[in-house]
């Protein structure tokens, strides 16, 4: 079955290849069922160039395949998108310089069928907010803000009162928007001078947008204004505006106050594999930071201190540990840092308190 998809495909990959530019070529990708090795239709495949960060989407069809064209010698990161986020790299690879681009094979689990259908569903549900959203607003672009993490990867949880500030390119007026309760903001094109085919930059003023700005950190993201007409006379377009956080809690489950070292739990697994991914592809430094509650065997507070602090460093040399050894991160690209009971965010005097101090944490630094 797989053999026989695959030449149909090479087939059509080498005949848009003639027709293509000389720089670029087409990338088909299949996606195929693990168990049943049969095509899967609907699925949203996501195509990221590694040197750019820009990215193609598209949802496979009836064979399974989603075509992209892509830049010859360029190294490019093929995902399928999972419930809320996109799942360490199923395939890195460089493009080649010349000749034919080879199909891409894809094989899915029940589970991540699953999980890849209900974000599907989920994206539905979205569109279907956005409808009713028209009904509401007149003369409005609408945003809605969602938590970044790691470059391209989102974390589905709307964010209420976030500002950002909107500028116009050709006039220079700016005005600051703030999200409402269920994320949305919404900009009138007119309180910045905008016209059809106009351009506007947004800037996060999230505290933590100076040291991870929108898109990969290095530029302002640009729109341009167009006009949509409807019967209910509302303008404007819709996007998820990412509000980049450089740091990650780790989900390392409840924590007792006398462990040393972090138990690598299915849950934890993905989380260390897509940062994994993202440092190997973007080559940034992370620090991996551990914390502990204020309590302790010493009834010396000093001595107490300096025990929870070395506990700390040995629960994030564990996590460095896995990234090296198991996942082949190069550990020039990370840092352990335990800060045992210093900063903590939570009440140390309560149970509840103290259990969400006791905490792992990722941090981009660059």
């Known amino acids: 079955m797989i053999r026989h998809i695959l030449a149909v495909l090479a087939f059509v990959v080498a005949a848009a290849s003639m027709r293509a530019a000389t720089d670029t070529t087409q990338l088909s990708v299949?996606?195929?069922?693990?168990?049943?090795?049969?095509?899967?239709?609907?699925?949203?495949?996501?195509?990221?160039?590694?040197?750019?960060?820009?990215?193609?989407?598209?949802?496979?069809d009836t064979i399974g395949k989603a075509t992209f064209n892509v830049v010859r010698g360029t190294r490019v990161a093929v995902y399928v998108m999972r419930i809320g986020i996109?799942?360490?790299?199923?395939?890195?690879?460089?493009?080649?310089?010349?000749?034919?681009?080879?199909?891409i094979a894809i094989s899915l689990s029940k589970e991540q069928i699953d999980e890849a259908k209900a974000n599907l569903d989920k994206q539905l549900a979205g569109k279907r907010e956005l409808e009713q959203l028209k009904e509401r607003i007149n003369g409005s672009m609408a945003f809605r803000t969602v938590r970044g993490f790691l470059d391209t990867v989102l974390v589905?949880?709307?964010l209420a009162n976030e500002t950002v500030e909107f500028t116009s390119i050709s006039s220079g007026k700016r005005i600051s928007v703030a999200s409402?309760?269920?994320g949305y903001m919404f900009l009138k094109g007119a309180s910045i001078d905008l016209k059809d085919g106009d351009k506007?930059?947004?800037?996060?003023?999230h505290v933590d947008s100076e040291k991870i700005p929108f898109q990969d950190g290095t530029n302002i993201m640009e729109f341009e204004f167009q006009s949509i007409k409807t019967d209910n006379n509302w303008s404007g377009q819709y996007s998820y505006l990412a509000i980049p956080i450089p740091t990650k809690r780790l989900p390392v489950g409840e924590l007792t106050p006398s462990v040393s070292t972090i138990a690598i739990t299915d849950t934890l697994k993905a989380d260390l594999a897509l940062i994994a991914d993202f440092i190997k592809r973007k080559q940034y430094v992370v620090e991996i930071q551990a914390y502990t509650d204020n309590t302790g065997t010493e009834k010396d507070a000093a001595k107490r201190a300096a025990t929870n602090k070395k506990l700390s460093q040995q629960r994030a040399e564990s996590i460095v540990t896995y990234l090296t050894k198991q996942l082949g991160v190069e550990s020039k690209y990370l840092k352990a840092i335990g800060y045992g009971e210093e900063f903590p965010i939570a009440d140390n005097t309560t149970d509840q308190g103290r259990?969400?101090?006791?905490r792992v944490v990722v941090k981009i630094t660059r």
Do not use: C, H, W, Y
């Open 355 to 358: 259990k969400i101090n006791r």
């Open 30 to 60: 299949v996606v195929l069922s693990k168990e049943a090795d049969t095509p899967l239709r609907g699925l949203e495949v996501v195509v990221v160039d590694d040197s750019t960060s820009a990215s193609q989407t598209a949802l496979t």
């Open 200 to 205: 506007f930059s947004m800037t996060s003023l």
């Open 156 to 158: 589905e949880k709307s």
């Open 86 to 103: 996109l799942n360490g790299a199923e395939k890195v690879f460089t493009v080649p310089k010349e000749g034919l681009m080879s199909p």
């Open 180 to 182: 409402n309760a269920d």
